[in-house]
């Protein structure tokens, strides 16, 4: 199988199981928790839990599907949270919960999709150790997933955040999860503790690599197709690896920070294009990656293990 | 020992806990975390978790006192969110997280207590299938919590809520964490199936008496006894068992919806006597804790089970 084919295969299933327990709300406060969750979604998280799961045991993972549920979720809670937070009003194509319900509900609503991963973690289909193992690397991981959206916070009122700082971050707001999702398919499923380790590490990779490419999208993507707003990491002055590396090298992007015309976006791209940054970025996503992807030759040789790497690929080749 | 000795016991020991992993904070987020739950409060939550699970078996549950924190940690995450939401700037004498810090931070605040919370669950000293069983019961709870903060919320624009629907939202805003609590401590403690059935039925009770009474000591504490805002119950027109029984009988409140002098204060008090209102409140916090209490007489004839009893009666007393 593809990695395309697996991707759509899980996210089929994700969304039958999302249609089944948020398809049809019963009330308000429902309605506002399944509205983020059923407007669609990669399902990334639950594929990497299934494919890690699937990559250390012989024979299918569906069995797991709830407990993938259940990293879509805490994803998804996180989302709607963080969109209060940054006052957003769209997200998906859809108002945010904060817009279309508002902040109290949008409260509520992150806090019942946390509630309910860890009640379809808790209850996944593995021995008990297992279970409990997994339901404490979630409860870590959604407090790193808290320390990191804050440092991103703090971030936005400083102008010295070093790469280390930004990749710390990173780490904590977006790879955690992956490396998470990775490591509970991998802990369900039986797996040994080195195999786990390594799953761990390379989740987190996945995710630290998926935020460095959104970020290149941002600047990067021809207008219209990324679904975001282009260049709105330069206009409101944000650290990413780019800005970073770019005010490192003497190259002052703070005249960009107002709303941009199309030529002036082409004009920082060619700014940031002849300090030769884009590919320095690429360069370091594709190692993140790769140093990863080396590890798991501890995985036996299968056709899982070859679709992990692909997917370790596609996080560092989308949209670039 | 008498209740207050227990209770005085349990509360040493949670903070003791608290100060242990909470006292020393690192870096502004966990600062944000710890700050209303240093700030005290008479862990009534924690006790009765240890009191349940005093109650089925012989022996000091001393080791269940995380997870008793973990309840607490709990009740902590959702007054930092409900604060948020109500947009109140002081609780337990301190300014609340959103009020010294912001929103954000609350939130995030919030969410890393709620995680906290499942850590310490899913880590208690106890065998496996009832630690995965107390984890799935918590995270059960935290979506009912969740409910109930909602039914609290959309009753204040609506005039024509019943006493059975107030009564709904109290037993999930305030009864289900008693409850759980009780429920919990007998799970870990190894209690038969009608024993965690009785206690969860009798934390229930109790978490619902409790709200009452504090409806009762909204209007009727003395002034600054309370360390609340007296009558404020009145003034924001808020659904309270008082307020629903008045309208029931004709009496109409609403001209008192406006900053209240002590004299309206004890004109309200006066004409919602009249009606006997306020015995029939107290009655049904009585009869409430009452019907729960003779399901405890399935448990052993101990001294625990005797405090447990004057825990229910502790619920309807206080400040009455």
Redesign the interface.
């Known amino acids: 199988m593809e990695l395309d084919a697996y991707l759509e295969h899980t996210a089929d299933q994700v969304d039958r199981l999302i249609d089944r327990y948020f398809g049809a709300p019963v ?3 429902n309605r506002a928790a399944s509205h983020l969750l059923t407007a669609g979604g990669k399902r990334l998280r639950p594929a990497l839990l299934i494919l890690a799961a699937d990559a250390v045991r012989k024979g299918s993972s569906d069995d797991l599907m709830p407990a993938a549920l259940a990293m879509e979720l805490t994803h998804t809670f996180t989302l709607i ?1 963080d969109d ?2 940054d006052r957003d009003s769209y997200r998906r194509g859809v108002p945010t919960v904060n817009h279309k319900w508002d ?3 949008a ?2 609503a ?3 999709l ?3 991963a ?2 379809f973690l ?2 996944a289909v593995a021995p ?2 297992a ?2 193992r997994a ?2 690397m ?3 991981t ?2 790193e ?3 990191g ?2 440092l991103d ?2 971030f936005s009122s400083r102008n010295d955040v070093t790469d280390g700082e930004y990749l710390e971050m990173v780490e904590k707001k977006t790879g955690a999860l992956y490396g998470a999702s990775a490591a509970i398919g991998a802990v369900l499923a039986g797996a040994s503790e080195p195999q786990v380790e390594v799953l761990y590490r390379f989740g987190l990779a996945c995710g630290v690599a998926f935020q460095i490419q959104d970020d290149l999208i941002d600047l990067l993507a021809p207008p219209g197709t990324s679904g975001k707003d282009r260049g709105s990491d330069i206009r409101e002055g944000n650290a990413t690896l780019i800005t970073i590396l770019a005010r490192d090298r003497g190259l002052d992007l703070s005249p960009f920070r107002h709303p941009l015309s199309e030529a002036e976006i082409e004009e920082v791209i060619g700014l940031v294009a002849d300090q030769g940054i884009f590919d320095e970025v690429r360069g370091r996503a594709h190692g993140i990656v790769r140093d990863a992807s080396a590890l798991l030759k501890i995985l036996p040789d299968t056709e899982e293990r070859r679709l992990l790497l692909a997917l370790g690929e596609y996080f560092v080749a989308r949209g670039a």
């Open positions: 009330g308000e406060l949270h209060i937070m902040e109290p509900t409260i509520l992150g806090d019942v946390n509630a309910r860890f009640s808790v209850g008990e150790a279970r409990i339901t404490g979630l409860a870590i959604c407090d997933l808290c320390l959206q804050h916070m703090t």
